[in-house]
């Protein structure tokens, strides 16, 4: 059996394991994500995989990593936040070096969305997206049963769809982006603002459980508005199948009917029943996605 290294870079946390041809996760290490420290965490994760590398015999890394990645050169593009400490490091010659093997980046949402196409809701399925609805809004685009790259390497970024553009200020310079309406950071400052005190989304979502409509109301405008920008992508691209992944899903028998309801008022007569779907990899698909993408580039 061949054995290759995926890496996870997440916001919050950072996963590197071993990962057999097969998608099999044979052995893994956890530690936080330190993005803001620079250069020193890349060397850091570079370590660790080289590591575990060494003890499996691995022949090639995967990493998906939070950010934007120039898909020529594997380094960090200004992306939303130009000044940040991570822009302009070389990810991809940082672990390349350390490891001392053919090394494969990429963002961590279209890394999920390769995860769905070979083992995942997206098996045997040619053209379909991949939304990972966390901290934010990222996704990934299958079309022809390729991952879809963009002249740089950023496409797929459909949390700046713009749902409003009178709508809130987003980072990206944009108004009204459906990252604004539809992420855990959306919906905890919707919260915070309706019952005038700090909560977090699983908080606003724990009180939905319990029926308290004020925060029901404000899990009918997320699901709504994820329905928009479903219903938008769907007269973009055609897709046979939409996957939604990542921590919100947890919670989404309580979007579910409102995201069903604006899709199918918001998408062309004929797309209105493309299916969406909900991921079944749970926090593994990051890793078994990156690894299995280094192995189909060798």
């Given at each position: 059996?061949?054995y290759l290294i995926g890496i996870d870079i997440g916001a919050t946390n950072t996963r590197v394991a071993v990962v057999d041809s097969m998608g099999k996760i044979i052995a893994?290490?956890?530690?936080?994500?330190?993005?803001?420290?620079?250069?020193?965490?890349?060397?850091?994760?570079?370590?660790?995989?080289?590591?575990?590398?060494?003890?499996?015999?691995?022949?090639?890394?995967?990493?998906?990593?939070?950010?934007?990645?120039?898909?020529?050169?594997?380094?960090?593009?200004?992306?939303l936040y130009p000044t940040a400490p991570w822009v302009g490091v070389p990810l991809r010659e940082i672990i390349a070096t350390t490891t001392t093997l053919p090394t494969f980046?990429?963002?961590?949402?279209?890394?999920?969305?390769?995860?769905?196409?070979?083992?995942?809701?997206?098996?045997?399925?040619?053209?379909?997206?991949s939304l990972t609805l966390g901290t934010g809004l990222g996704g990934g685009i299958i079309s022809n049963g390729q991952l879809v790259h963009g002249i740089s390497g950023v496409?797929?970024?459909?949390?700046?769809?713009?749902?409003?553009?009178?709508?809130?200020?987003?980072?990206?310079?944009?108004?009204?982006?459906?990252?604004?309406?539809?992420?855990?950071?959306?919906?905890?400052?919707?919260?915070?603002?309706?019952?005038?005190?700090?909560?977090?989304?699983?908080?606003?979502?724990?009180?939905?459980?319990?029926?308290?409509?004020?925060?029901?109301?404000?899990?009918?405008?997320?699901?709504?508005?994820?329905?928009?920008?479903?219903?938008?992508?769907?007269?973009?691209?055609?897709?046979?199948?939409?996957?939604?992944?990542?921590?919100?899903?947890?919670?989404?028998?309580?979007?579910?009917?409102?995201?069903?309801?604006?899709?199918?008022?918001?998408?062309?007569?004929?797309?209105?029943?493309?299916?969406?779907?909900?991921?079944?990899?749970?926090?593994?698909?990051?890793?078994?996605?990156?690894?299995?993408?280094?192995?189909?580039?060798?």
């Open positions: 059996m061949q893994t290490t956890r530690f936080p994500s330190e993005m803001s420290a620079g250069e020193s965490f890349f060397q850091k994760v570079g370590e660790a995989a080289a590591k575990l590398a060494s003890e499996y015999q691995a022949i090639a890394v995967g990493v998906g990593s939070a950010g934007q990645i120039d898909r020529k050169t594997g380094s960090y593009l200004p992306g980046v990429d963002n961590d949402c279209k890394i999920s969305a390769y995860a769905e196409l070979k083992i995942g809701q997206g098996q045997g399925v040619a053209d379909f997206v496409a797929g970024h459909v949390g700046h769809l713009s749902l409003d553009h009178s709508g809130p200020q987003c980072a990206c310079g944009n108004r009204g982006c459906l990252e604004l309406y539809v992420s855990g950071t959306a919906i905890a400052k919707q919260g915070s603002l309706v019952f005038q005190e700090e909560l977090t989304s699983p908080q606003v979502f724990q009180r939905a459980s319990e029926g308290d409509s004020r925060a029901l109301q404000i899990l009918h405008e997320v699901g709504t508005a994820l329905g928009q920008g479903l219903g938008a992508m769907a007269n973009l691209l055609n897709p046979q199948l939409f996957i939604l992944g990542g921590s919100i899903l947890e919670w989404y028998p309580f979007l579910e009917s409102s995201v069903q309801a604006s899709f199918r008022a918001t998408a062309m007569n004929g797309l209105q029943d493309t299916p969406i779907k909900r991921s079944q990899l749970g926090g593994e698909g990051g890793i078994i996605g990156a690894a299995l993408y280094a192995w189909d580039q060798l």
